[in-house]
Structures are given as C-alpha cells and as structure tokens.
C-alpha cells in the first residue's frame, strides 16, 4: 500500500514533504496537488517511474508530459524561450497554464513528445508543490491524475490511496482536488494556440 501525508494545504510540513521529496529521489511515483487537479509526479531522469505512469494512465508514445517547475529560472534550462515567449511566461506563471514548448537536450528524450521534440512547462501556484519543489531542486515529471475510461480526475485523495493501491509509492492529501485541469497553451510555433481548455482563461492567448 502506498504512504499517505496529511500535508497542510497553506502551510506544508517540511518533515512531510522531505519524506515525500526522498520518495521521488528514490524513484518513486507520487500524488501531489498541483494547483488545479491531482497529478502524478516522478523526477525526471527515472526512467522506470515514467514507464509506471504511462501504464498507469493509458498513455500513448505522443503524450506531452508536463515539467513542474519552481520559477522562470527552471524554464529557461530545460527549454528553447524567445522574447515574445518569455513574456507571456512571465505574464502567467505561476497559474494555471501549462505552456508547451521546444525541449532542450537537458530533457530525457522518454519524456519529450516523439515527433515533435517538445515538453510542457507548468510553474504550479500550489503551496504543496511549490513546497516540493524546492526541495527536490528540480522539476518534477508530472501528468493528470486521470485514469483509463474516466472523463475526469480523481478528486478525493482517500479515494486515489484506495484505488491506486500499490501503483504509487505516496499519495500526498492536501484536501480535495480540482476537476480542471490547466489550459495548455503551445508556444512552440509561430504563434500562441490553444491546445486545450482547462482552468486557465484561454481567451488572452487568442488573436
């Protein structure tokens, strides 16, 4: 059975999210709130744990992952960002918006979209992830906590221990989670376009 934190919402307990950060070092699969939905998250370069959340999920080979960044500063090394880039970042980070663009070489290639050579970028305005990842010092690999056949996230992180079982390592409960995810928007082109609608207000990104 997975472990289960009772980690404040506003104001994490640093033993707790220590605990959890080890698991993702460790290779671990985590639950963690990500602002708008329940997400899964394992570090970057574990190979093994990618693999735990494609099965998990049901995803296919073309599946944008999302990297979990601290701040502007994580963006810049992992992706290719043009002025007029940056400046939307700027103007929307952290929130609810997840921005896809060119990947450096800093990112795995087992998380990078196949064809396109590109990755998500979040920077989470959730307490409980940000908690996270300062301490992990890194971004976290992440991906909505939607399962097979359902149409929405899973909301009740008791519900996620249950049903989840032994498929992740810890399920971190900072309340109920949301039922939209975040709008994703591709910077990776010549112009903005919206890829998918969520919690975000897409119209800003629209000519």
Not at 62 to 82: E, K, M, N
Not at 93 to 110: D, I, S
Request: glycine content about 8%; overall charge neutral; proline content about 7%.
């Amino acid at each position: 059975m997975s472990q289960y934190f009772e980690i404040h919402s506003q104001t994490p307990q640093p033993r707790l999210i220590r605990r959890a950060v080890e698991i993702v070092r460790d290779g671990g699969v985590i639950v963690y709130p990500s602002g708008t939905t329940y997400a899964l998250g394992c570090a970057m370069g574990e190979k093994t744990a990618v693999d735990r959340i494609r099965r998990l999920r049901g995803l296919e080979e073309r599946h944008h992952f999302t990297l979990a960044c601290r701040d502007l500063s994580d963006i810049g090394s992992y992706t290719r960002v043009d002025n007029t880039a940056f400046r939307l970042l700027k103007a929307h980070t952290p929130g609810p918006y997840t921005f896809v663009l060119r990947a450096t070489a800093e990112v795995p290639r087992r998380i990078q979209h196949a064809r396109r050579k590109t990755i998500g970028i979040r920077v989470p305005d959730h307490p409980v992830a940000i908690a996270l990842l300062e301490a992990l010092g890194e971004p976290l690999t992440t991906s909505t906590l939607l399962l097979p056949g359902e149409t929405e996230p899973m909301t009740d992180p008791v519900d996620m221990r249950e049903r989840l079982g032994k498929q992740v390592d810890a399920v971190i409960d900072a309340g109920p989670g949301g039922l939209e995810p975040s709008t994703v928007i591709d910077l990776s082109g010549d112009a903005p376009e919206v890829i998918r609608r969520g919690a975000g207000d897409a119209h800003v990104f629209e000519a």
